[in-house]
């Protein structure tokens, strides 16, 4: 069964921290996202990757970034965490092409 | 960023009954995604369209691909207590790596 697989389902993390969310898809996907889901918003993309060390800016890449060593594997990092980043955050890879993504269960995360 | 507008935001039906939602953008998709998300877990996709006045079904799902290409429309038929979650229209444009999604739609289903 194919997957992304998100490091954590929940975390809770202090103002100021410096947060790392990890993603890994076993598809040998080309492109991988983060995208942010909040309430009334939808999902929002945050950056995404179409190969290994490249990068992308999406629409709110603001106090973030990622890092894609390894194809199978896309962080997305905090570099400072604050609370207006208290927010559910997906990951997704596909293959390119018009398919659709796959998602993973997604990582709730919040800061205090 | 593209905004895509998902219509109704809400919906609290009788089990058994058809549900209609739609998508809207101000601009132009090639590909139109419907995805479904349940509770604590990540959206999956339940249908994809690939031209403009498509109509495609995967069970009691029916999806159109509107013929302006700013539009999309899912129907679910009898409605069950499964159904129940946020569900997402997405879009995209030729060459584009990523999918641009709409603001969701609730459903609640009634037993």
């Known amino acids: 069964d194919v997957k992304v697989t998100q490091s954590s389902r929940y975390l809770v993390k202090r103002t100021g921290e410096k947060v790392f969310l990890e993603c890994v898809q076993d598809m040998d996907h080309e492109n991988m996202f983060w995208y942010r889901q909040d309430p009334g918003l939808g999902l929002r993309l945050i950056y995404f990757?179409?190969?290994?060390?490249?990068?992308e800016k999406g629409d709110i890449p603001e106090g973030y970034s990622v890092s894609r060593e390894k194809k199978e594997r896309f962080s997305l990092i905090l570099e400072s965490a604050s609370t207006n980043q208290t927010s559910m955050y997906l990951c997704?890879?596909?293959?390119?092409?018009?398919?659709?993504?796959?998602f993973g269960s997604g990582t709730r995360l919040t800061v205090v | 960023g593209q905004q895509l507008n998902q219509s109704p935001q809400s919906m609290f039906i009788q089990e058994g009954e058809d549900v209609s939602m739609n998508c809207t953008s101000s601009s132009i998709f090639n590909t139109w995604l419907w995805y479904k998300q349940e509770p604590g877990e990540g959206p999956v996709l339940l249908i994809a369209l690939y031209k403009a006045g498509e109509l495609t079904s995967n069970g009691r799902l029916t999806a159109q691909f509107g013929i302006t290409r700013k539009d999309s429309f899912l129907n679910i038929s009898a409605s069950i207590p499964s159904d129940v979650g946020i569900y997402f229209c997405a879009g995209q444009r030729t060459g584009a790596n990523n999918l641009f999604f709409g603001t969701g739609t609730r459903l609640t289903v009634i037993p």
């Open positions: 997704a890879s596909d293959r390119g092409g018009y398919g659709g993504y796959t």
């Open positions: 990757s179409y190969d290994v060390k490249m990068k």
